[in-house]
């Protein structure tokens, strides 16, 4: 008993010295240091409040489960019930405080392999829709400060009311004086301060946790926060990304380059703390019924997300990590005419390039050859390159599992469709018992693996989420083009090498890829042909 005291006593002092710290070096280097030193008076109210809840989440679990039968259906129910309840405090602490708890939350509602699908479903419902609003009142001290004018001398026209907003910032509409219309971010009032004391109470709460549950350890989550952060909260810098971005398509994709576009940066108008871009209008990515009255196909604007962010992830490098539906809009290409059909080509718009990651040409190449081997079922390659990056020769089958979201069995069975998640009752039940079971290797994995790998992660949820509500049944064809672009890149990087057996390997590897692309669009015909005749003969 005592030596447990004596440990609490130093975790406490610990978290103490954490906290202070922190405090003290944030004051001292704030642009505002009084304003920031009331605002770290409020700190221990959200260290209060977080600890409150962890605690009542944790007794809940406790209490709930008490005596109840692994496997039952009574610890059943009373497991979803307890997900449930824990899920909504969580929501309501992350709303309470705001900024970085918002973002949080949002990553926890992309954690299917990781987290209870109450939780999941909870958080991805609220934390994109509903996120606070700054008063027009500060709007306009933040404009005045970084542009040195009240918004009604800066622009011709200028909305008080948000058409968005998120954790970070929120989006007005304006008119410049020679009439361009444009969005104009503007950073929410001291973010850069509160985010740092945020990531001060958070650090205290995870770690904490860690120790009183060695098998929670998602402290990697803080460092890979401390170091995004500033970056996304450094608007000049997303503005910089914005067009890398797009040189990089137009260099390195230019068959596709036309079709996808980031909004135009006004430099003069932009800063660190708010970001002057034009106005893009179009439908949101999984505003399926707006497509269609643009005359878009949804299933067009699918392969199109698909070759956009295979591209990024396999070819370039350089990947847009934050691609929810708020990020992605969806308008007719400017350059199409409608069809006879009356049908338009899609252009695909990104918005909020804050958070980049950059992969190096190893870790690209050893990505895209894991995704190739996923596609093609080879099993001793997903091995090979799950090792290469970072999983180990022991949970490779796991890191398999959680990009593709299929057990093993499934990831190398060699039917052309293996891949495709079926979206039924079935499917769902299998992923979270196997989430459920696994967690302790799930948290080891995600410990092991590069922070870059774990985003990458974060980005294939943003995107499966993105297909689901746009394909109203599972696709074999993202998959083919992943399979493609996957291969394209290992195929470019041996030609780099500039021998004549690289180029001998790349001419064989290209023959078999389209080999294996011809057999699985033929076995799409097939699937296709198969379902329409089973429709017929139903009805």
């Known amino acids: 008993m005592a030596t447990r005291s004596l440990w609490r006593a130093k975790l406490a002092l610990s978290a103490t010295a954490l906290f202070g710290g922190a405090a003290a070096a944030t004051i001292t280097t704030s642009e505002d240091p009084a304003m920031t030193m009331k605002l770290y008076s409020t700190v221990p109210v959200r260290l209060f409040r977080d600890s409150l809840t962890a605690a009542a989440i944790a007794f809940d679990y406790e209490y709930s489960l008490w005596g109840l039968t692994e496997g039952s259906s009574e610890r059943l129910k009373a497991k979803h019930e307890v997900h449930l309840r824990s899920a909504r405090k969580l929501q309501e602490l992350c709303f309470k405080n705001g900024g970085i708890y918002i973002k949080l939350g949002q ?23 509903k996120c606070p609003v700054s008063s027009y009142e500060l709007v306009c001290e933040v404009i005045e400060k970084e542009l040195g004018d009240k918004p009604e001398k800066i622009f011709s026209e200028f909305d008080p009311v948000p058409i968005a907003s998120a954790s970070l910032a929120q989006v007005h509409v304006a008119r410049t004086h020679d009439g361009k219309k444009v969005a104009v971010k503007v950073q929410h009032m001291h973010m850069t301060d509160t985010a740092a004391a945020d990531c001060a109470t958070v650090d205290v709460i995870v770690n904490t946790l860690h120790q009183v549950f060695p098998s929670f350890d998602y402290r990697w989550l803080i460092v890979e926060m401390r170091e995004s952060l500033p970056k996304e909260l450094d608007f000049l810098n997303e503005a910089k990304n914005s067009e ?11 068959r596709i380059a036309a079709y996808v576009y980031a909004p135009k940066v006004y430099w003069n108008l932009s800063t660190s703390k708010l970001l002057t871009m034009e106005y893009i209008d179009g439908a949101q990515v999984n505003d399926v019924k707006t497509m269609k009255k643009l005359g878009i196909r949804p299933q067009e604007v699918a392969r199109l997300v698909s070759e956009t962010f295979a591209e990024m992830m396999f070819k370039h490098g350089f990947v847009h990590c934050d691609p929810h539906a708020a990020n992605l809009i969806v308008r007719p290409l400017p350059s199409s005419r409608r069809s006879i059909l009356g049908k338009r080509k899609p252009q695909l718009v990104l918005l909020d390039h804050g958070l980049y990651k950059e992969l190096d040409d190893e870790t690209r190449t050893n990505y895209a050859a894991l995704w190739k081997a996923l596609i093609f079922s080879d099993g001793n390659a997903i091995k090979k390159h799950s090792a290469k990056l970072g999983a180990g020769e022991d949970l490779y089958a796991l890191f398999a599992g959680i990009l593709t979201m299929r057990p093993w069995n499934r990831v190398i069975d060699t039917s052309v469709d293996h891949l495709v998640i079926r979206g039924n009752d079935s499917d769902r039940s299998e992923l979270q018992m196997y989430a459920s079971q696994y967690f302790p290797q799930i948290t080891e994995l995600l410990r092991r693996l590069p922070r870059v790998i774990l985003l990458m992660l974060k980005t294939n949820d943003c995107l499966r989420s993105v297909s689901n509500a746009l394909l109203q049944e599972p696709s074999l064809e993202t998959f083919m083009i992943v399979g493609r672009i996957s291969s394209e890149a290992i195929i470019e990087a041996k030609l780099q090498k500039r021998s004549f057996l690289s ?23 097939l699937l296709r042909v198969r379902k329409v005749s089973l429709q017929l003969v139903l009805k």
């Open 244 to 254: 890398k971005c797009l040189h990089n398509f137009l260099k390195l994709s230019p």
């Open 107 to 129: 990553h926890i509602g992309q954690l299917e392999y990781v987290v209870p699908e109450e939780y999941v479903l909870t958080m991805r419902e609220s934390m994109l829709n």
């Open 503 to 525: 180029w001998l390997s790349a001419w064989l590897d290209e023959f078999r890829l389209e080999a294996r692309l011809f057999i699985m669009r033929i076995a799409l015909w």
